[in-house]
């Protein structure tokens, strides 16, 4: 028997908690997975995706390797139960964390369809987790049956975000993306976090500038970038690991980041960490005036959803040209 409630899905638990408690009469299902960052390779289902994810949350300090699995295969269960209820209705923002995650949606629903009219689609260029009560329940009257173009944009796109290269998700930028119109700033700022052509992400760059104009504590900077954001999308825990990574490398480019990485659990360390005092070395004024390239100097192995960048495979964004710069 279909339940007469809604299912909601959207972006994580600050949001979820929001809409439940606004919105009688639902069911929420927060999707809780950062895709901008490591590997989201092109696999047949959500469900041989989802180890890889659980491996990377893990080893990149999401939580206990237990907990993650339990959370997001709990998440695919409920995605699988979505028939029990008489509509589906996606909650998602602007920003490219919410954007992929819809992407990740949109294409599930693509290959496991719903009656006509009941999965809908509610976009807000704002956040939802931050929105007072009153405004979520007008939101909530903006919701939209999702049509089939928007399904398959969505498919073409999650596939093309997932390729071992980043060309097809460029090539978007040129087609017409207005069934999902926030996906062109999307594919746009994605492109902007592979290295560019002094091997910083746009995000890095932001991060070595706000240093350079400083004074600046860890935490000052962190609100600092987040400003710099047409669609903020980091949270804190990525931006932490971040900086992590330019200043503890074997040659960094940032100098005074006491007690990292962060210990959350440590009250002390954490403030310290927190309220340290940042400055750029030698070697990252170099690059951020564009005398070195920051690529040359670390041992690059990371990914870029479907893409592995690896010093002989180091696919590039030129920011001033809007282009892929390929591979040597």
């Not at 009469?25 to 960052?37: A, K, S």
């Not at 926030?182 to 746009?202: A, H, N, Q, W, Y």
């Not at 825990?237 to 503890?248: E, G, H, I, Y």
Request: charged letters at 25%; aromatic letters at 8%; one cysteine or more.
């Amino acid at each position: 028997m279909i339940a007469t409630t809604d299912l909601i899905i959207t972006n994580g638990d600050a949001a979820g908690e929001l809409l439940r408690r606004v919105l009688p009469g639902t069911e929420v299902l927060p999707w809780r997975d950062v895709l901008h960052e490591g590997p989201v390779p092109l696999t047949a289902t959500l469900e041989e995706l989802t180890p890889v994810r659980v491996e990377y949350l893990a080893g990149a300090g999401g939580g206990e390797i237990a907990a993650i699995e339990f959370e997001l295969t709990a998440r695919n269960r409920g995605l699988g139960m979505n028939a029990d209820f008489g509509r589906v209705v996606l909650w998602f923002e602007h920003d490219l964390y919410d954007q992929l995650q819809l992407l990740q949606v949109l294409d599930w629903f693509a290959t496991n369809s719903r009656a006509d009219g009941t999965l809908l689609l509610v976009q807000t260029d704002d956040y939802i987790g931050r929105q007072e009560p009153e405004v979520v329940t007008v939101l909530a009257t903006t919701a939209t049956p999702v049509s089939q173009v928007q399904l398959d944009l969505g498919r073409q796109a999650w596939a093309a975000f997932r390729q071992k290269t980043p060309e097809a998700w460029a090539q978007l930028s040129d087609e017409d993306l207005t069934a999902l119109p926030f996906l062109k700033p999307t594919v746009i700022r994605m492109l902007e976090e592979l290295p560019g052509t002094d091997g910083l992400s746009r995000t890095e760059r932001q991060m070595l500038a706000m240093i350079e104009s400083g004074p600046v504590t860890s935490l000052e900077l962190f609100v600092a970038v987040q400003d710099l954001e047409d669609a903020e999308f980091m949270g804190d825990w990525s931006f932490w690991r971040l900086l992590d990574s330019l200043a503890l490398a074997e040659e960094p480019m940032i100098a005074g980041l006491e007690s990292a990485p962060l210990q959350r659990d440590d009250e002390e360390l954490a403030k310290a960490y927190l309220t340290s005092r940042l400055s750029l070395t030698s070697l990252g004024k170099a690059v951020l005036a564009g005398g070195a390239d920051w690529a040359a100097h670390h041992g690059v192995d990371e990914w870029w959803g479907g893409t592995h960048l690896t010093e002989d495979a180091l696919w590039r964004w030129d920011q001033v040209c809007a282009q892929l710069i390929a591979p040597e």
